[in-house]
């Protein structure tokens, strides 16, 4: 059973910065991808950033310049930093894992983000 813990959410102003952490319970290399997800009040869950096992990264348009994704693999966990936060960021993020052959995707439990103006 794989296990995705997250950790770091808090309540900052805008213009801040927090970094979100993702501890799995596996080798991340097991894994094809692993990614951030973010879902606001009221709205669907989106990605927000996602890195391959290759160490490829893709961003969601709205954090690009802003958010980093990054990952270490002898913690197993997956890093978020986050810049320059802005009230449109407030949200629950998630981290996800996706499997090799279709396995998964798994999900943490959600760190709650909330900028303030």
Known sequence: QVRLVESGGGLVQAGESLKLSCAASRNLLSFASMAWYRQPPGKQRELVALIASGGST?????????????RDNAKN???????????????????NAAGYNFAGPYWGQGTQVTVSS
């Open 58 to 70: 893709n961003y969601a348009d709205s954090v690009k310049g802003r958010f980093t994704i990054s």
């Open 77 to 95: 966990t997956v890093y978020l930093q986050m810049n320059s936060l802005k009230p449109e960021d407030t949200a629950v993020y998630y981290c």
